[in-house]
């Protein structure tokens, strides 16, 4: 982790000018935080990927990938488990060797409640992986409901030993105006375009 200022903390593989792609990026991070955890075959559950699931860090042979999203639309052709993780009993207890979640908290009603099913799911040294917003534009998909920081999320994942949490800046002031909304005033707050993510483990 690299220290820009009094509290702001960035991992230093999601600052690799190298790598444009938030996707790559994503990817990068968690191959290095699989390899730092000896986490090497298993169970994996992505919340929330209807559409290009972060599949390259985990080879097939090795780890058996499923889907949670709440509906049924997908743009591929990964199974999809239908369900809500913020109450998702049809997942057992101690199931998953990682949990992960790419821009969907900030979509999530009640993410408090996200947090403890990820927590409840994980096994015994699996890891979880959430990554959001700090600072956005308003994307509806459907809803946009949060904004988070570092803090909140180790304070939301608080049950895991933290492995990793800060921020991703790499598309700071991108200027890309949402669709919707001209590019006036309107929604100056997502001009800082920063990403924030918690890496942790289940003792
Ligand atoms: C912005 S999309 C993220 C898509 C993808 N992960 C990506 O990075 O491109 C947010 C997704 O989270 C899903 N979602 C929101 N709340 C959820 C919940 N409580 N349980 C499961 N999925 C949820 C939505 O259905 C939506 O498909």
Not at 16 to 25: I, L
Not at 56 to 63: A, L, V
Not at 77 to 93: S, V
Request: net charge neutral; glycine share 6%; aromatic share 10%.
């Amino acid at each position: 982790m690299k220290k820009l200022a009094h509290d702001i903390y960035v991992s230093e593989i999601l600052s690799d000018p190298e790598v444009p792609s938030r996707r790559r990026r994503g990817a990068n991070h968690i191959l290095h935080h699989l390899k730092q955890q000896g986490i090497t075959k298993g169970k994996v559950l992505e919340i929330g990927a209807f559409k290009r699931p972060c599949m390259s860090p985990f080879p097939p042979e090795k780890f058996e990938f499923n889907i949670l999203e709440l509906g049924d639309r997908t743009r591929h052709d990964i199974p999809i488990l239908k369900g809500d993780i913020t109450n998702c009993p049809q997942l057992a207890d101690n199931s998953y060797d990682v949990v992960m979640s790419h821009d969907v908290f900030e979509h999530i009603d009640k993410p408090w409640l996200a947090a403890s099913e990820i927590q409840r799911i994980l096994k015994p040294g699996g890891m979880s992986y959430t990554q959001t917003l700090f600072s956005w534009k308003l994307h509806k998909v459907p809803v946009d409901y949060w904004r988070f920081t570092p803090d909140c999320l180790d304070m939301l994942f608080s049950d895991l030993e933290r492995v990793e949490s800060g921020f991703d800046i790499m598309e700071r002031r991108n200027m890309k105006p949402a669709r919707t909304i001209p590019e006036d005033d309107y929604g100056k707050g997502w001009l800082e375009s920063w990403r924030v993510f918690h890496v942790g483990i289940k003792k």
